[in-house]
């Protein structure tokens, strides 16, 4: 073997043998988008999700005639009967699951089952009927799990004041309100973001008070 082939096995041999940096999985993320009866949630998981969503929508029939108020939202002709489901990344280490809620009274036994393992949810709001986002709130709340409160703008609506949407939902500081546009990606990202930083908030308040008591 002459002098020439024994380098090229040499550096053949190094590259082998080199360690190759190992690419650590994304941290996954679980958020809830709830919110009552056609106030937007399918319309938001969708504009969010990097994949095609999975959504369950079924043809509304004459039976939910009296049941499902449609007065301020006359086009819908669908609504969602178990749930929606979109993925979105973040940046390379953090991945969020979304999970779209049933917004009717008659499925709600499914919200159970959709928070397991949730850190946290975004509830969406339609000013025009304010009080059919109180059940979630509730369910939150009683629950303890972080939330969020996004006031969907729809078209022709005028810019809330969000200190009086604060005082109307009977909601602390401590809870973010923020205003979006369901339709657009860029808008609906700083309501998931306010909730990202509302659980990295409680995160480092956890560790604050566990470093005190053990100090």
């Known amino acids: 073997m002459s002098p020439s082939e024994r380098r090229n096995v040499a550096v053949a041999a190094k590259t082998e043998t080199r360690p190759t940096a190992v690419k650590t999985a994304p941290m996954s993320v679980k958020i809830v988008i709830a919110g009552g009866f056609g106030v937007g949630k399918t319309t938001m998981v969708g504009t969010l999700s990097d994949i095609p969503p999975l959504t369950t929508e079924a043809a509304m029939t004459t039976a939910s005639v009296g049941i499902d108020d449609t007065s301020k939202v006359s086009s819908k002709t669908t609504t969602t009967v178990a749930m929606d489901f979109g993925r979105i990344a973040i940046d390379e280490d953090m991945v969020l699951f979304l999970f779209g809620t049933p917004g009717q009274d008659r499925f709600g036994f499914m919200w159970d089952d959709l928070i397991v393992g949730a850190l946290g949810a975004v509830v969406l709001v339609d000013l025009r009927r304010i009080d059919d986002c109180f059940p979630a709130i509730d369910y939150f709340e009683s629950r303890q799990i972080p939330f969020v409160v996004a006031i969907n703008r729809f078209e022709g609506s005028d810019s809330p004041d969000v200190s009086e949407v604060r005082e109307a939902l009977d909601l602390d500081a401590e809870h973010p309100i923020v205003l979006c546009d369901a339709r657009y ?31």
């Open 185 to 215: 990606k860029e808008s609906v990202k700083g309501a998931v973001l306010a909730l990202i930083e509302l659980l990295m908030s409680k995160s480092r308040r956890r560790q604050s008070d566990s470093r005190r008591l053990l100090g």
